[in-house]
């Protein structure tokens, strides 16, 4: 089995921080990519960006120059500093991680159970 655990969601005025953190655990081969997808309410799940290992970090348009991902490969761990948060940012952020559990494996993507951001004053 493979989980993916988040920390770090909570409640934060508008122009405020946050850091987000979600380690992958279990039986895993190689790690593919990780990174952040968010859901507002009403809305359609969407990609806040992605790390792909030794490839080009992507961000969602809304994000750049706010957010940043990053990762500890030794932890199986990504994270995400959020600065200038805005109430649009409001929204459940899920993890992702692309892995393969063995070397036979296919790629396969896992999700964490989410974590809620909320950005009000």
């Known amino acids: 089995q493979v989980q993916l655990v988040e920390s770090g969601g909570g409640l934060v005025q508008p122009g405020g921080s946050l850091r987000l953190s979600c380690a992958a655990s279990g039986s895993i081969f190689a790690i593919h990519s990780m990174g952040w997808y968010r859901q507002a309410p009403g809305k359609q799940r969407e990609l806040v960006t992605t790390m792909p290992t030794g490839g080009s970090t992507n961000y969602a348009d809304s994000v750049k120059g706010r957010f940043t991902i990053s990762r500890d490969n030794a932890k199986n761990t990504v994270y995400l500093q959020m600065n200038s948060l805005k109430p649009e940012d409001t929204a459940v952020y899920f993890c992702?991680?692309?892995?393969?559990?063995?070397?036979?494996?296919?790629?396969?993507?896992?999700w964490g159970q989410g974590t809620q951001v909320t950005v009000s004053s």
């Open positions: 992702n991680a692309e892995l393969r559990r063995t070397v036979l494996s296919p790629k396969t993507d896992y």
